[in-house]
């Protein structure tokens, strides 16, 4: 039986901590004998998740996401432009947290369920 596969997108901003926190849980929970994860794709604040800071208040989110990508060998996506649009660069980023697109986004989109928070 094919896997299936699903997109979870993120758009909560850092700031939302406990639903981050039952989101992480939930993914570890997800059966992944049924089920793969395609990618988690962070939109609009959301993208705070993946700054490179030692100081941030959200380490602790970041970790959890880290970890899911690593357990699920799945990508961590950041949407460049909602990054831009709060002043920030690729350089600002934990290096484990890949620049994407509009073009990435639609294809992993026809391609697997997706789950929005």
């Given at each position: 039986?094919?896997?299936k596969k699903i997109l979870i997108i993120i758009?909560?901003?850092p700031q939302a901590t406990a639903a981050h926190e039952a989101?992480?849980?939930t993914i570890n929970n997800l059966p992944t004998q049924e089920i793969s994860l395609s990618a988690l794709f962070f939109l609009d604040s959301?993208?705070?998740v993946a700054l490179s800071s030692k100081e941030d208040s959200f380490?602790?989110?970041q970790q959890g996401?880290?970890?899911l990508s690593t357990q699920f060998d799945t990508?961590?996506?950041v949407c460049g432009t909602a990054l831009r649009e709060r002043g920030l660069s690729r350089s600002n980023l934990h290096k484990k947290f890949i620049i994407s697109g509009n073009m990435e986004l639609s294809m992993l989109?026809?391609?697997?369920s997706i789950v929005e928070f």
């Open positions: 039986m094919d896997k758009r909560l901003p989101i992480i849980k959301a993208t705070l380490l602790n989110i996401y880290l970890s990508p961590l996506y989109c026809a391609s697997s």
